[in-house]
């Protein structure tokens, strides 16, 4: 008898050939690992695995920038944006380069201390700042795994971290079939479901559904207006004006995301909308080529915002060095796509857990060797 391990919730299996589905959870057999060989134990082989997954599609290269010599920038030529950026990928390299402009001040003459990595987002303790970004279609990319096995990982494996995930919204969910929702539903409501700006009707919809899964908060992403891949797929996309922005936030109880601000122009409207949490986003470069990178505009931003509202921010975070930037810059959390993504197609649960620790890991060393004792003291631990 040969044993399994189902990579969604960890159940072993005991069965002659790989199972088709997991006896526990009901995964599919495309996230079922043999237990002898297949387990990873490491991020890299978290990574080895998305990239034989993800063949053609993402290379999970070290640098992962957008630059045009990296196989998931076609779009510029008609391609499908798949992984990659919008047009030639200047905003989605411009989210990395921006960080990578950012440095840190080293600071080894003190006390010894731990650095302590806690937050509170949005009254919900966190043990680091960072959440799994909204993220949706994974499943058509090479039928890597299932659509609600992947948000179940993402989910399950961003609270066995200790943080929450945020979860997305594509042209193949629906008000009958959700899988964030279903995600967010099973683990009693660990999530926060962001929906893509759809007609009005249908979005009070979503968000009381978001309610009735006991969903921690809620969003929008505004950028996602210019979706493509909604409007060709028959589910148009709008752009939301404050008053629709505010009637979306006082029709629910929960805390209301609005994701996709990349000047202090919206993030103001937003703010004056009623919004609790403004996502500073470029939604990864795939909505508008050639915009300055998030790390770029989020001190403007903050300085707008001051503390009137939540603050997160993403695009092209890689590192927990990358997470303190941002959280220097002005961040009060920070959201990771791509990365949580490829740790979802290569390990599941377990490799969102394994992804997620390893960002925890290296905050706590950034904040460590920058002397930072607590994230509330990290804006002058960077030189501009
Ligand atoms: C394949 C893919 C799918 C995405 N789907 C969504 C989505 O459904 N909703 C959303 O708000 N953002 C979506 N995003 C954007 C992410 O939430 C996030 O803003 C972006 O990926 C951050 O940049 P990074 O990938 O460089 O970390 C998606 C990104 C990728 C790469």
Redesign the pocket.
Known sequence: MNQWYCSICHADLHQETRPETCDSCGADSRVILSSQEEIPESVEQVRDNARKKLKKICAAYPF?DGNYDKICQREAYGGPV??GGAGAGHS?HE??AALSRVKLKTSVVGDHFEPDTSTNFLGIPLDFPVLA??????EK?NNCMDETDFCRAVVAGSKEAGTIA?R???ASYSLDANPSLTAIGENGGWGIP?F?PREQSVLKKFLDMAEENKARAVGV?L??CGSTIMAGMGQPTFKKSIREIRELAEHTDLPFIA??IMTPEDAEMCAEAGVSVVAV??????VLDSTPGTADVLPAIKERLGDRVTITA?????TGYDVFKMIALGADAV?????I?RAAVGGGTLGVRLHLAHVEKVLKKAMFMTGTRTLESAAHKIIL
């Open positions: 992962c798949g992984f989605f989210n990395v970004s909204s993220s949706a279609g994974v990319y945020l997305g919204d594509t962001i893509k992403d950028d996602g994701k996709g986003s470029n939604h990864g470069g795939r993403d695009g092209g975070v890689r959201l990771l796509g791509r990365d993504i």
